[in-house]
């Protein structure tokens, strides 16, 4: 039997950006966030350990996320590449499809995050 040819397909932008700095990059509506915190406590088994478990969560509350500086109040959430895994991304595409979530580029990211505030 002859060989399939098996023909690489080229990396999106997003996906070279993702290779290249190991990052994925969200940005969520604060009220489609609580669905996408209670989707990772869910698909990892949160909280690990019981009644004495350190790590109740999988991803930070809201509240201690950064928020965009274009005025859309979106919510930035960065994760390690092998932290998300295709199973994620198949349940987070309606969550995409509604345009309350999107993953970006870096340089996307970048131009949206708030500069840090120097103390005086």
């Known amino acids: ?50 009644a004495k478990a350190s790590t109740l969560h999988g991803l930070p509350p809201a509240e201690e996320l950064m928020t965009t500086t274009d005025g859309s109040g979106q919510l930035m959430l960065q994760l390690s590449h092998w932290r998300v895994t295709p199973d994620d991304l198949t349940a987070l595409q309606p969550y995409i499809d509604q345009g309350v979530l999107s993953i970006v580029t870096e340089l996307e990211w970048l131009s949206v995050k708030p500069e840090p505030v120097e103390e005086l």
């Open 1 to 50: 039997m002859p060989e399939e040819e098996h023909i690489d397909e080229p990396l999106t932008e997003l996906e070279q950006d993702q290779l290249d700095s190991g990052w994925f990059f969200f940005l969520a509506t604060p009220e489609a966030y609580p669905a996408l915190y209670g989707y990772v406590d869910q698909s990892r088994g949160y909280p690990i350990g019981g």
